[in-house]
């Protein structure tokens, strides 16, 4: 008896990536949602033009809201949740075809999917990205914890599945600079409570150290300019953070 599966796309604005990522994953799921955020572009119509068999349109609250509610809505018991600027590789569609073909039955299982991430159009082999695995096929009850970014499924760290998401975050510096400050500002929020007075060490200590992880200790200076890039990004993202932070307590 085989298992059906349910894989959701959540997007805005993703017309420039949207198109690979169905196209990869259409043959593999037997329900292909789309939840929207009411793009602007023309996302929506793609999802259309290559597999969707769902789209639904809800305002974006944070990450883990729009993930839980969309579980609520699928059609199968079992999810995989792929972003829209990720594409299965074809040993991941082989692993995936195989895993459907079996019976699942203990909803307390889970599975990881490795990424290779690609950032000026170099794919990362160090930089801290080298043992990415992130947690996206369990069953429809589970639930992402509440947080503004970096949302999780609260699991052990699992054996993942053979094969790759391919992931294409970075399109150009302005691009990645608008993202990482969205970011900065949603972290932000997170990290209000457990925060104390902000001072040099998170302005000036914290981001000189995230470089110096990124760079130096997950050997970010083999991915090249391209891992020396990357540091200074992740740096950057870590003093926005808190520049976002001492808005916050002003406001």
């Known amino acids: 008896m085989s298992t059906p599966l349910s894989i959701i796309i959540l997007t805005y604005n993703e017309a420039d990536v949207l198109a690979a990522t169905m196209q990869a994953a259409a043959p593999v799921a037997n329900e292909l949602m789309v939840v929207d955020s009411f793009s602007e572009d023309n996302t929506v119509s793609i999802a259309k033009a290559h ?3 769902r789209i639904e349109s809800r305002a974006f609250k944070n990450w883990a809201d729009q993930r839980n509610w969309a579980m609520e ?3 199968h018991p079992w999810v995989l949740f792929i972003d829209a600027d990720e594409v299965l590789d074809e040993q991941l569609i082989s692993s ?22 690609f950032f000026m159009n170099h794919a990362m082999r160090f930089s801290g990205l080298q043992s990415d695995v992130v947690v996206r096929l369990f069953h429809h009850t589970r639930r992402y914890s509440d947080c503004e970014v970096h949302e999780k499924i609260n699991v052990p760290k699992p054996h993942p599945l053979p094969g790759r998401l391919q992931h294409y975050s970075y399109k150009n510096w ?5 993202k990482q400050r969205t970011y900065a500002y949603r972290s932000a929020k997170d990290h209000q409570a457990k925060t104390g007075t902000i001072g040099l060490f998170h302005t000036a200590v914290k981001p000189a150290f995230r470089f110096f992880k990124h760079f130096v200790l997950r050997l970010g200076f083999l991915d090249g300019r391209a891992g020396f890039w990357y540091s200074i990004s992740m ?8 520049v976002e932070l001492k808005k916050l307590r002003l406001s």
């Not at 302005?174 to 608008?178: A, C, L, P, R």
């Open 174 to 178: 302005e691009q990645w600079n608008t």
């Open 96 to 117: 995936l075809h195989q895993w459907k073909s079996e019976t699942h039955t203990d909803i307390d299982n889970y599975w990881g999917l490795r990424r290779t991430h």
């Open 51 to 53: 597999g969707a068999t």
């Open 73 to 75: 809505q699928s059609l």
């Open 235 to 242: 740096a950057q993202g870590v003093y926005w953070r808190y």
